[in-house]
C-alpha cells in the first residue's frame, strides 16, 4: 500500500455527553452519579449515564429499573434534546473548520477524513489534538479521540482511552493490535454474540482471525463476512459527507415483552400498512426494507434486504418483513421492540418509477 493512498480518519466521541451536559448547566450535579433517561418506576431506559453511575455497572440502553437497583442513590433527570442539539451544532462548526468530510453519527460522534484538509496538516493526530482543545474551550466539555487509516479502526480507537482520551492506531501496528484485542472490544460485537463467540472458542482477535470465511457465514449469517474482514483490518468505507437518511420507519416498545410469533407477524403487518400510508402520503417509495428487533436483554439487532424495484404497497412491506423475522432469534427469544423502516427512496417523478412496475398481462392469469 502507497503512502499517498492510506486515509486518515479520525473518530470524535464526546464524553457522556448528555449526562456531562447536564453537569455543566447544573453544578449540584457534578461529581454526583447522574443519569439521563425515564423513570425507573416505568419502562424508562438510561439515555446517558455519568463516569460516576458508571462504576455500578450502569450503561446507556440499560433499563432504569435496572439502573436504580445497581446504584440507587443515583440522580434521575429528564433529557433535554433541543440544548443537546445545540451543543452538537457547536461541535460540528468546529470540524469543518478543518475538513468537509464530516459524517456524524450521532449528536456526539462522528467521523472525519484529514486526508487532505483546510490547514494543510499531514498529521491526524495533531488535528484530533486541535480538536479535542477546541471543543473543550467551546463547550467546555471533553471528547474522546481514535485516529487510524479506517473508520472501523478509528471507531475502537477511540474507546481506547475514555474519557477525555485519544489513542492512534497505526498501519503497521494495526494487525498485531487487532489480534490481542478482545473479541467483547470490536465495534459490532454486541453482548449476545461476544457470549457465542467465546462459546466457540474466540475469545480474542488471533482466536477470530483463524476461522475461515465461510465457517463465520455458517455461524452468524452474513455478519460473519463483517467478522471476517473488521479482524484483518479491511474497511474500505468512506466517510459520508451527506448522510441524507431517506427513510421512513415506524417502531414500537412494547409495555410486555413478547414472544408469541403469530401475534409479531399480525403486528408486523399493522406496522407495515402505517408505513405504507406515510409512503403515499409523502408521494415516495423505497428499495430497501429494514426489520429492528431489541430482545427482552437489550440487544438490538437489525436485519435488511434489498429489492431492485421500488416498493411502497403494505403487503410487500409487512411480508418482507415477516421473512427477515428468519434470520433472527424471535420467537426463540423475547422481544421489547419491534420496527420496520423503508429506505433508499425516490421521492422524486414517483409516476415515471411506478409505471414501470405496471405487470402487464396480470389481468389474463
Known amino acids: 500500500m502507497q503512502e499517498s493512498h492510506i486515509r486518515k480518519i479520525i473518530h470524535i466521541d464526546m464524553d457522556a455527553f448528555y449526562a456531562s451536559v447536564e453537569q455543566r448547566d447544573f453544578p449540584e450535579y457534578r461529581g454526583k452519579p447522574l443519569i439521563v433517561g425515564g423513570s425507573p418506576e416505568g419502562r424508562g431506559v438510561v439515555a446517558a449515564a455519568s463516569y460516576e453511575v458508571r462504576k455500578f455497572g450502569v450503561h446507556s440502553a440499560m433499563p432504569a429499573a435496572q439502573a436504580i437497583r445497581l446504584c440507587p442513590h443515583a440522580i434521575f433527570v429528564k433529557p433535554r434534546f433541543e440544548v443537546y442539539r445545540e451543543v452538537s451544532q457547536q461541535i460540528r462548526e468546529v470540524f469543518f473548520q478543518y475538513t468537509d468530510k464530516v459524517e456524524p453519527l450521532s449528536l456526539d460522534e462522528a467521523y472525519l477524513d484529514v486526508t487532505e484538509n483546510h490547514i494543510n496538516l499531514p498529521s491526524a493526530t ?114 459520508k459527507t ?34 405504507a400510508k406515510s409512503m403515499k402520503n ?13 430482545y427482552d436483554d437489550f440487544e438490538t439487532i437489525t436485519r435488511s434486504t ?21 434470520e ?8 421489547r421492540l419491534l420496527g420496520i423502516t423503508l429506505s433508499n427512496l425516490n421521492l422524486k417523478e414517483r409516476g415515471h418509477f411506478k409505471q414501470l412496475e405496471i405487470p402487464f398481462g396480470e389481468e389474463e392469469m
Open 126 to 239: 495533531l488535528i484530533a489534538q486541535r480538536i479535542r482543545k477546541q471543543i473543550k474551550e467551546k463547550t467546555r466539555l471533553t471528547a474522546s479521540a481514535g485516529v487510524a487509516h479506517n473508520k472501523f479502526l478509528a471507531k475502537v480507537a477511540s474507546d481506547l482511552d475514555k474519557p477525555d482520551g485519544l489513542s492512534v492506531i497505526l498501519p503497521e501496528d494495526a494487525e498485531e493490535f487487532l489480534e490481542k484485542l478482545p473479541i467483547g472490544e470490536f465495534y459490532g460485537i454486541g453482548d449476545a454474540t461476544e457470549s457465542k463467540m467465546k462459546s466457540l472458542g474466540i475469545y480474542t482477535g488471533k482466536d477470530l482471525k483463524e476461522w475461515p470465511e465461510i465457517d463465520l457465514v455458517e455461524k452468524f449469517g452474513k455478519t460473519g463476512r463483517y467478522y471476517y474482514r473488521i479482524v484483518r483490518g479491511i474497511d474500505k468505507r468512506e466517510v
Open 242 to 275: 451527506h448522510r441524507i437518511r431517506k427513510s421512513i420507519g415506524k417502531e414500537r416498545t412494547f409495555s410486555e415483552d413478547i414472544d408469541d410469533l403469530s401475534w409479531i407477524h399480525t403486528f408486523l403487518k399493522e406496522l407495515a400498512v402505517k408505513i
Open 282 to 294: 409523502k408521494q415516495a417509495a423505497g428499495k430497501t426494507v429494514t426489520l429492528k428487533v431489541r
Open 306 to 326: 434489498s429489492f431492485t424495484h421500488y416498493i411502497d404497497d403494505a403487503k410487500d412491506i409487512g411480508e418482507t418483513a415477516i421473512s427477515l423475522l428468519e
Open 328 to 335: 433472527t432469534q424471535v420467537g426463540d427469544r423475547k422481544v
